[in-house]
Every structure is written in C-alpha cells, then in structure tokens.
C-alpha cells in the first residue's frame, strides 16, 4: 500500500471513530433530583427507580434516597418522557440477624420495607419528564 493510500485509510479510521464517539454522547440525558418523604417525615434510606413507559426511549435508571432527598447524576439521567416510579425504603429491624449464604450472625437486623406496595412492587407513580424541569418531589401517604 502506498503511503497515500494508508495515509487515507488511517484518517478514515480515524472519522470512523469520530462518529463513534459522537453517537455516544449523553447530552440527551436530564439529570434529576428531589424530596421524597413518607407521612410528613424524610425517608432516610431508600431508593427510587425510573422505569420507560410505552414510547419512552431510554434505559431504566435510578438513585439513592438519603435523609429525604435522591440525585441522579446526568450520565445516570433520563431522557424526556414518561416513566414509571417505584421507591423503596427501609430501615433495619435492630436485632440479630443470619446471613443467608454464610449463616454467620450479625447485628442490626433484617430490612423491612416501610413503604406501601403502591409505591413499588404495584407502584402507582408515574412520571412525565419534559424540557426545563429537574426537580420532583414524592410526598407519599400512608
């Protein structure tokens, strides 16, 4: 191959690559936040999940809830529309407990789930992401 020819190949490749990368950008990705609290108190340990409805495009994604509020990093976000929201939250039962693989005891007990299943399992919670908002709160009740 002459060197022209490999010179041209080479920038090919290299163009090649170029749309790679630019086909994966995440700029289409919102980030979120928000409260979420449960008969008036912040829910101290959780998690909330986001699920594409029908015509959403998007991977399912998610966050940690602490003390009352969850952050989802935009290489994490969401892409406009519809969803499905389920949170969990939970606290340990205090006791001892067994671990299941290990049978070894440990302290601080099993999770109990604190929520409703409305709020997960049979969730309810649906949500519509459009240009310009961020921020969504889930005041939730018994």
Not at 4 to 14: G, P
Not at 110 to 135: C, F, H, W
Request: proline share 6%; with cysteine.
């Amino acid at each position: 191959m002459k060197r022209s020819e490999s010179s041209r190949v080479s920038l090919a490749v290299l163009f090649g690559l170029c749309l790679a990368l630019v086909g994966c950008d995440r700029s289409d990705r919102l980030p979120l936040n928000g409260e979420v609290s449960f008969d008036g108190a912040p829910v101290k340990h959780g998690y909330v999940q986001f699920t594409p409805m029908a015509a959403t495009k998007g991977p399912t994604s998610g966050a940690d809830i602490k003390d009352g509020a969850y952050q989802v990093a935009p290489i994490r976000g969401l892409m406009q529309g519809a969803y499905r929201v389920e949170i969990q939250a939970w606290e340990r039962t205090g006791g001892v407990s067994l671990d299941p693989v290990t049978g070894e005891k440990f302290q601080g007990g099993a999770l109990v789930q604190l929520l409703p299943d409305k709020y997960n399992k049979q969730s309810e919670l649906t949500l519509e992401i459009e240009p310009g908002t961020r921020t969504f709160d889930f005041h939730l009740k018994p």
